[in-house]
């Protein structure tokens, strides 16, 4: 049989692909083949496509701000029932007419809004959503301090600035500020708002019917676990974070009776025991490795035989990088200076090595919002 090179010293397909690849990048990258992909018929559809891709990642900070205005400004709300003129939006909102047409047509550029052939306009279908999604205005009012922390983004990977969301988030470092009820009331309100927003994904992923008692640890005020009560209304509830937090959990679920609250850092103090599962929502991605390692150690010393640990955070994409886990989160929790997005591959090896088994990922309908790994207590 003639050797064709398959089994040559060094040789390997991938290898060949890999070089083909760099050959095509590299041509991609001259201006002179840019130039000429322009004006070919059959190479033009992708130039353009390249080039508004890298448009929208240029300009992508205008149609954030744009989104910022229309929230700050209250548009969206002003257009919920109802399409209006540029002049009534205007009065509205307290705007020069011609600033208030700039806001209106870079809103209808980018999805939030329709501009109808009678010159007024409506929602669009972006927009529709940003109304139907709880507590999102929040967020993006809040995304102001992130904004700001990315304002000089070398600096910020460099570690020369003092990012504003790691004061904002300083119970994260164990801060004293983190104990000021203040304080505690604003991060605690972003963090029910984001549990409301992952709460029905996780519980569609994970199965509660076969235990008893759950503690939610670093759970804020009680959002999560308000929803755990509603589709498990037998479970034992309970609800672990620092006193200044349960002080304003103690508030907001005044007429819940079922969520018995233990005050104390996870970092600390010793946590309930005898549950048959616990969870952690939007907790583990605040913090760095060797806090992580404790924290799964200690809850693993908690949990009786078979008890359960769910996890539901945003996920990095590993191998796969993704937006959302990636590149949004990634820099977040840069920016917060203590925390890290983690794939679920990664919370698997770290469930392992705190001695827990049968660490999987359980798929959700919307990983935009979040991942879920669980793994067990074995025997």
């Known amino acids: 049989m003639t050797d064709i090179g398959f089994s040559r010293p060094g040789w390997s397909w991938r290898g060949v692909l890999d ?23 059959l190479t033009r559809p992708f130039v353009r496509q390249d080039s508004a891709a890298l448009f929208d990642l240029m300009a992508g900070f205008v149609y ?35 600033r208030m047409e700039v806001l209106c047509q870079s809103a209808a550029a980018v999805g939030l809004l329709v501009r109808k ?9 972006l927009g529709a959503a940003a109304l139907g999604v709880p507590g999102l205005a929040v967020m993006i009012r809040h995304h102001q301090v992130f904004y700001r922390d990315l304002a000089d983004p070398v600096a910020l990977l460099k570690g020369e600035t003092e990012p504003e969301l790691s004061k904002f988030w300083a119970y994260v470092r ?71 937090v349960i002080d304003a959990a103690r508030v907001r679920l005044a007429p819940e009776t079922r969520i018995d609250l233990h ?8 946590l309930p025991q005898g549950s048959d599962a616990v969870t952690l929502i939007r907790v583990l991605y605040d913090h760095q490795d060797h806090t992580v390692r404790t924290l799964l150690s200690r809850i693993h010393d908690s949990l009786p035989v078979n008890g359960r640990i769910v996890i539901s955070e945003p996920m990095s994409g590993g191998s796969q990088p993704c937006r959302v886990g990636d590149s949004y989160f990634g820099f977040y929790t840069t920016a917060m200076t203590t925390g890290r997005a983690r794939s679920a591959e990664r919370h698997i090896e770290l469930l392992t090595e705190a001695g827990f088994s049968r660490a999987r990922q359980n798929p959700t309908n919307q990983p935009l919002l979040t991942s879920v790994v669980t793994a067990r207590k074995g025997g």
Request: proline share 4%; net charge negative; charged share 25%.
């Open 19 to 41: 070089q083909i690849q760099q050959w095509r990048l590299a041509k991609i990258a001259s201006p002179d083949f840019q130039n000429w992909a322009a004006g070919f018929r």
């Open 64 to 98: 954030t701000q744009t989104l910022l205005a229309c929230v700050e400004l209250e548009i969206l709300e002003a257009l919920r029932h109802r399409a209006r003129g540029v002049v009534d939006l205007a009065n509205h909102a307290d705007l020069p007419v011609q």
């Open 117 to 125: 052939r009678d010159g007024t306009y409506r929602l669009g279908r």
């Open 174 to 244: 164990g801060d004293h500020a983190a104990e000021d009820r203040d304080i505690a009331a604003d991060y605690s309100h972003i963090m029910a708002i984001s549990q409301q927003l992952v709460a029905r994904e996780t519980l569609d992923a994970v199965d509660l019917s076969d235990i008893s008692t759950l503690t939610d640890i670093g759970g804020g005020t009680g959002a999560f676990l308000q929803s755990v009560a509603e589709r498990h209304p037998n479970l034992s509830l309970r609800l672990f974070d620092l006193p200044a």
């Open 263 to 270: 005050p104390g850092s996870f970092l600390s103090d010793p």
